[in-house]
């Protein structure tokens, strides 16, 4: 059984929800509009996300956002006006070959860290309450390495670089936080990881034998969509501290209610996080806006 979060207490307020057309955005965006908020569903595919908002019922608004090209994300950014109440940083993607964003970031880091790290920057002068980003506890068993984002040295496979990304979502939190608390804003920054959930994130080209196969155990024993979801909601609705990391308190962290959770050695350190922040930077060609 799902908790009770209390989300009509934010009725009317503004929630921005990146990949709000499937899985975890998906449940998050919805369960946001009817709750009565005004959610924008920021998407790929923007005949998908009319759809989908037709599906949520009340206030949603649809724009196009690409976070694995740099140039869809400040066209975003750009068409995007007034202020924000959440900055739900959701999409993601499992890199399943070894491929190349837009601007030639590894598909992982680029998609999964870059694009919203570029956003939020955007995005934050314009933010008022919070930035949630959903990350991994797969960054449990990644390393990472500033100076080399792409992977260029040393062995690539997808389970790596999915944990790699996470990873450095993780960092990114840790740094955001900090700025944030430093510069005396309003606005706090939390990290969420949904446990196990049942959803199409390993969809992909050459991965159907696999995927059929996790989707299924998944279905039978994971969260569902609307209850991997709660990690995120649970950061709008309840009295935790600013850059708090929330995950599930069942057997493994593989499913259960929201509960505050621990991160990994590696997610801790400042000086790393400084340092990718930095990268991040010029990589991405935005900077901090406080």
């Known amino acids: 059984m799902q908790m009770d979060l209390g989300l009509e207490s934010l009725a009317g307020r503004r929630a921005v929800v990146t990949g709000a057309t499937h899985g975890l955005g998906l449940a998050t965006a919805r369960a946001l509009a009817r709750?009565?908020?005004?959610?924008?569903?920021?998407?790929?595919?923007?005949?998908?996300?009319?759809?989908?908002?037709?599906?949520?019922?009340?206030?949603?608004?649809?724009?196009?956002?690409?976070?694995?090209?740099l140039a869809s994300v400040r066209g975003f950014a750009e068409r995007l006006e007034g202020p924000i109440d959440y900055l739900i940083n959701n999409a993601g993607v499992f890199p399943h070959r070894h491929a190349r964003t837009a601007d030639g970031f590894e598909l992982g880091i680029g998609t999964n860290f870059l694009g919203p790290f570029a956003l939020t920057n955007l995005l934050l002068p314009d933010i008022e309450r919070q930035i949630v980003c959903v990350a991994s506890d797969a960054h449990k068993s990644a390393r990472i390495d500033p100076t080399n984002l792409d992977l260029d040295h040393g062995k690539w496979n997808p389970a790596r670089a999915y944990a790699r990304s996470k990873l450095a979502v993780m960092l990114w939190g840790l740094e955001l936080d900090r700025r944030l608390?430093?510069?005396?804003?309003?606005?706090?920054?939390?990290?969420?990881?949904?446990?196990?959930?049942?959803?199409?994130?390993?969809?992909?080209?050459?991965?159907?034998?696999?995927?059929?196969?996790?989707?299924?155990?998944?279905?039978?024993?994971?969260?569902?969509?609307?209850?991997?979801?709660?990690?995120?909601?649970?950061?709008?609705?309840?009295?935790?501290?600013?850059?708090s990391y929330v995950g599930v308190?069942?057997?493994?962290?593989?499913?259960?209610?929201?509960?505050?959770?621990?991160?990994?050695?590696?997610?801790?350190?400042?000086?790393?996080?400084?340092?990718?922040?930095?990268?991040?930077?010029?990589?991405?060609?935005?900077?901090?806006?406080?």
């Open 181 to 243: 608390r430093t510069a005396g804003s309003p606005v706090t920054a939390m990290l969420t990881t949904p446990g196990w959930v049942a959803s199409n994130i390993s969809n992909k080209p050459h991965l159907g034998f696999a995927h059929r196969l996790v989707h299924g155990a998944a279905s039978a024993f994971a969260n569902d969509i609307d209850a991997g979801a709660q990690t995120t909601l649970y950061c709008l609705t309840q009295p935790i501290a600013p850059g």
């Open 249 to 290: 308190d069942g057997i493994g962290a593989l499913r259960g209610d929201p509960v505050l959770f621990g991160r990994s050695k590696a997610a801790c350190d400042f000086d790393v996080a400084a340092r990718l922040w930095a990268t991040a930077e010029r990589l991405t060609g935005t900077a901090w806006p406080l």
């Open 35 to 69: 709750a009565g908020l005004r959610v924008v569903l920021a998407v790929r595919d923007v005949a998908l996300g009319a759809t989908r908002a037709t599906e949520f019922g009340g206030d949603c608004e649809v724009i196009e956002l690409d976070l694995a090209d």
